[in-house]
């Protein structure tokens, strides 16, 4: 036989147990036990001191109170204490029934936390009791005193809720369980039978409610303490991973930088993928997202390599949603099966299924590049504030580090075509030098015996590459004005056949009787030496690098002046179009050519645009065609 059950025989021969049931637990009441034949089990029993000492009297409230107050210090959890309470409740006081009820919100239903006794319908976190001032719990929260019932069915300050009504309770205690600023809810021990219940019973009550709230307020101000202490871990984990991405993206150097980034942003955040992608056109999709670099927690449920490889290269009109939000600069956070239409397609048929994804737009120089997403494949995140701050900080180091490699690129190809140039300029500078030279040192020791004939040619010879050679260097000086901002024109009435005319007069008529202008009398506005020297580039440059044939024609519009340089030569490739008129690139690959330099095509845009107008290329019907565009004159 146990201690418990020797307990509770004790109990039944002084008259003081009722059995409720065989072999279940047993209430302290009043009335006589029907047998001693049921063996009683009481929970938790043995643990208490009233119980190990077997007696009953007034002192086993004290030893009560004490016992609960040590379990609340002792760091139970706050279930713990509930149980514990109203465990201790139901034994000292004889009660069937006990209860703890918390009012979330003031003025709304108050719902049971933890109760013993009540039927298999009353669940905790679910059963509410109204809170109005006919209930005995609302009557409760306005008394500063304990409410004693002798026999609800007589009670004239309040009625009975049904969770007493429908347990037939007859008597009972509640008490305010005191909160920090507002009281946390009751707590109640009620009876089928009636009962006179004591001051001492109603202040061992009250002791009883106010360790109970005590041990609330310990409870929140330990999970105040663990949520502090989860945000600054997580605070410290996010200021760990943006210090070492910028190490990662402003100092180091390699061809791994933004993967390891991105690992560090993985592990500060804790999501499933972190990755990177660049904004790129493609030939035969358009428009698309193309995945730079990807880090995946380890341990990811999926095929990483199917997953890759589905996300390689995705065109935006199949993310219509992310895409309009990412354009206008605003983060987007989303859960893949609340999208429509060919973005809920697109995530549907993922090999690795997400959960919930956050996208940061990455911007360079002021331009939409692309975007940095966090998703998570294991639980739908929310993502808080401070995810987002961590993100977009890492968004705004990838767009400045992505702008530092582009301009790193442009120098290095700047350099190298510098390189080019010098070495180019140093033979095309040569090439008219050495002719002038030769042809005047033979002008100068053998004139005497040269025909006139030999002479003029001779003579004609040196005038021609004197001429280029005054080109060459006129280019070279507006190129390096226009590096130094110091590149001005003048804006005059200027009749752009005439001027063409003028430039087609300045070549050797052998090199260009062949070509054709057509067109009437056209006014433009801008520089006369300016647009001269324009058209003069572009007829050279069809010489060099064009058809047979030589095309120029002169027009106009509402209200632009147009001139047309067209040949049927070899068209230059979709990807240069724009890239030759970048300085020192040549339209075509062909050094050795006097002029050849690579900045012809450059300087005549710069001074389109300064004169208010532009130089663009175009191929079409089978010709290679350079548009001179100016303002009209007015």
């Known amino acids: 036989m146990t201690g418990v059950q020797l307990v509770c025989i004790w109990a039944l021969a002084h008259s003081r147990i009722t059995i409720v049931g065989p072999m279940t637990k047993c209430w302290f009441t009043e009335k006589k036990a029907p047998s001693m034949k049921t063996t009683v089990q009481l929970a938790g029993a043995g643990d208490s001191p009233w119980l190990r000492h077997g007696i009953l009297d007034p002192m086993s409230q004290q030893a009560a109170v004490a016992e609960l107050g040590q379990a609340a210090l002792s760091g139970l959890d706050?279930?713990?204490?509930?149980?514990?309470?109203?465990?201790?409740?139901?034994?000292?006081l004889d009660v069937e029934y006990t209860k703890i009820l918390h009012q979330p919100t003031p003025g709304r239903p108050l719902v049971v936390k933890a109760g013993r006794g009540w039927g298999d319908d009353v669940r905790a976190g679910e059963t509410t009791v109204p809170c109005d001032q006919g209930s005995q719990a609302g009557f409760t929260l306005m008394s500063n005193e304990p409410v004693i019932v002798d026999d609800l069915t007589h009670e004239r300050r309040f009625t009975g809720p049904p969770l007493l009504t429908d347990h037939r309770v007859v008597s009972g205690m509640s008490v305010i369980i005191p909160g920090r600023d507002r009281p946390y809810g009751v707590l109640g021990v009620h009876t089928r039978h009636p009962r006179s219940f004591t001051t001492d019973d109603a202040d061992f009550l009250r002791s009883v409610a106010n360790i109970i709230g005590s041990a609330v307020q310990s409870n929140r101000a330990r999970q105040q303490i663990k949520a502090h202490v989860r945000n600054q871990e997580h605070r410290l984990r996010y200021q760990a991973a943006i210090a070492e991405c910028a190490q990662v993206l402003l100092t180091n150097v390699g061809d791994n930088r933004l993967e390891r980034a991105i690992e560090s942003l993985l592990t500060a955040t804790q999501a499933t993928?972190?990755?990177?992608e660049r904004n790129v056109v493609d030939p035969e999709l358009g428009f698309c997202s193309s995945t730079v670099v990807e880090a995946k927690e380890p341990g990811t449920p999926g095929n990483e390599l199917d997953s890759q490889e589905y996300w390689e290269l995705v065109p935006w009109d199949r993310m219509p949603t992310t895409r309009a939000r990412l354009e206008r600069g605003e983060p987007f956070s989303?859960?893949?099966?609340?999208?429509?239409?060919?973005?809920?397609?697109l995530y549907a048929a993922d090999p690795v299924p997400l959960k919930s994804e956050l996208n940061i737009p990455i911007f360079t120089n002021g331009e939409w590049a692309g975007l940095i997403g966090f998703s998570d494949a294991t639980l739908v995140r929310e993502w808080t504030p401070e995810d987002l701050s961590l993100l977009?900080?890492?968004?705004?180091m990838i767009g400045a580090f992505w702008e530092r490699e582009i301009a790193r690129e442009s120098l290095e190809r700047l350099l190298l075509a510098k390189d080019q140039f010098l070495a180019s300029a140093s033979h095309e500078?040569?090439?008219?030098?050495?002719?002038?030279?030769?042809?005047?040192?033979?002008?100068l020791e053998e004139s005497e015996i040269m025909s006139a004939e030999e002479r003029t040619q001779f003579l004609k010879t040196v005038v021609g590459q004197g001429a280029?050679?005054?080109?060459?260097?006129?280019?070279?000086?507006?190129?390096?004005?226009?590096?130094i901002g110091t590149l001005h024109v003048t804006q005059v009435p200027v009749n752009l056949q005439a001027q063409t005319a003028q430039v087609l007069e300045a070549f050797e008529h052998d090199q260009v009787d062949h070509i054709g202008l057509a067109g009437d009398s056209v006014r433009a506005a801008g520089?006369?030496?300016?647009?001269?020297?324009?058209?003069?580039?572009?007829?050279?440059?069809?010489?060099?690098?064009?058809?047979?044939?030589?095309?120029?024609?002169?027009?106009?519009d509402e209200t632009t002046a147009k001139v047309f340089v067209a040949d049927n030569g070899k068209a230059i490739p979709e990807e240069d179009r724009e890239r030759i008129f970048q300085p020192y690139q040549r339209a075509h690959n062909a050094p050795g050519l006097a002029g050849s330099l690579g900045l012809g095509l450059a300087?005549?845009?710069?001074?389109a645009h300064l004169m208010g107008g532009d130089l663009t290329y175009r191929h079409q019907n089978g010709q290679s065609i350079f548009e001179l565009s100016l303002p009209k004159a007015d």
């Not at 993928?273 to 990177?276: D, G, H, N, S």
């Not at 500078?429 to 002008?443: H, N, S």
Request: aromatic share 6%; no cysteine.
């Open 78 to 92: 706050l279930d713990g204490v509930f149980d514990r309470a109203l465990e201790l409740l139901s034994g000292v």
């Open 392 to 396: 977009t900080t890492a968004a705004t």
């Open 468 to 483: 280029d050679l005054v080109n060459i260097v006129n280019d070279l000086l507006v190129a390096a004005k226009a590096d």
């Open 273 to 276: 993928y972190v990755f990177v």
């Open 429 to 443: 500078l040569r090439t008219p030098l050495t002719a002038i030279v030769g042809y005047g040192e033979i002008l």
């Open 334 to 345: 989303f859960k893949p099966d609340e999208l429509d239409g060919v973005e809920y397609d």
């Open 603 to 607: 300087i005549s845009r710069q001074l």
């Open 527 to 556: 520089d006369p030496d300016r647009v001269r020297q324009i058209i003069r580039n572009l007829i050279s440059n069809a010489l060099r690098y064009g058809g047979d044939t030589i095309h120029i024609e002169v027009s106009e």
